[in-house]
């Protein structure tokens, strides 16, 4: 077994998004395709309605699929096709827009006034890009859920864990989209494809995620345009690169961790991005922008231009 390196930890940054929503981005519009298949991560959370109720009104998607993961609140969905349905908290939302969906994502607070919740968009390949719109709509109660004999629980959403498979299937890149809590002190090594991207966001309490068997102090692994040591510890809000291995080890810090851990295998392949459009090609944007500014975005029944 060789244990995936730690190549950077970053901070989730402060982003206004939608209509006006405070969140933090942990990756996003990037030059680099370090997260391939994975495209965007953002944490919105917030103790305020201000924070957060002006929501994501309607907006397109193409050539992607957003993953939508409430832990406060809850989160009421609508698009262009007649869905509609409220993501509470433990519930997720897989949404394939493939061809194209027009939707919007309007957050409400608990009875406290909070709000939390995460959005990932992960990529497709082009073979699937323009396929029909799906949606995998998962109640928390579905969402498998394991805990070890030390008290370490894993909500699998997607992908097996220790004999568990998530509720959601069908999705190109054998992603695995895991919720582990470690109890505080506690050493965890957890399995992870080695063809796979991975990475980490802490959302709760804080801890280590150093090969276990280096010494104290020693980091083996350098940014590569970056003369300081590597920084293993994470603590809220913080986002762990990775480098290949098969398995990721954590020992918790005083307060216990929690984080979030996504890997899924690279597409490889060209991206075009234009906001919440992600093609191969610019003439791929230059048609979705052309539809929609004079319609046929939407394919499918009753619509211009549909299948
Ligand atoms: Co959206």
Redesign the pocket.
């Known amino acids: 077994m060789s244990i995936r390196p730690v190549t950077r930890v970053t901070e989730a940054v402060p982003t206004m998004e939608g209509a006006g929503v405070r969140l933090r981005r942990g990756f996003g519009f990037g030059e680099k395709n370090e997260f391939d298949p994975f495209l965007l991560f953002d944490d919105f959370r917030g103790e305020r309605p201000s924070d957060y109720l002006a929501g994501?009104p309607w907006?397109p998607?193409r050539g992607i699929e957003?993953i939508t993961y409430v832990l406060a609140g809850d989160v009421t969905h609508q698009d262009s096709l007649g869905n509609t349905g409220v993501l509470g908290a433990g519930d997720v939302q897989w949404m394939t827009a493939g061809s194209g969906i027009m939707?919007q994502?309007m957050p409400k607070g608990d009875a406290a006034g909070r709000m939390h919740g995460f959005q990932l968009w992960a990529n497709l390949p082009s073979s699937l890009k323009m396929t029909a719109p799906r949606y995998q709509d998962v109640k928390s109660k579905d969402v498998a859920e394991v805990t070890d004999d030390d008290g370490t629980t894993v909500r699998v959403i997607i992908g097996e864990y220790w004999g568990k498979k998530g509720p959601v299937d069908g999705i190109a890149a054998n992603p695995q989209y895991l919720d582990v809590w470690v109890s505080a002190g506690r050493k965890k090594r957890l399995a992870m494809d080695t063809r796979a991207n991975a990475f980490a966001y802490v959302f709760q309490g804080g801890g280590d995620f150093r090969d276990a068997s280096e010494p104290t102090g020693v980091l083996t692994e350098r940014h590569a345009d970056d003369d300081n040591p590597v920084r293993s510890t994470a603590g809220n809000r913080s986002l762990v690169h990775f480098g290949r291995g098969d398995e990721v080890v954590v020992r918790a810090g005083d307060e216990g961790i929690r984080f979030l851990l996504v890997s899924g295998r690279p597409i490889e392949e060209p991206v075009a991005w234009y906001g919440?459009i992600v093609m191969n090609t610019r003439e791929e944007l230059q048609t979705a922008i052309h539809e929609l500014r004079n319609g046929g975005f939407i394919k499918g029944e009753g619509q211009p231009g549909g299948r």
């Open positions: 994501f907006h998607h957003t939707h994502e919440p």
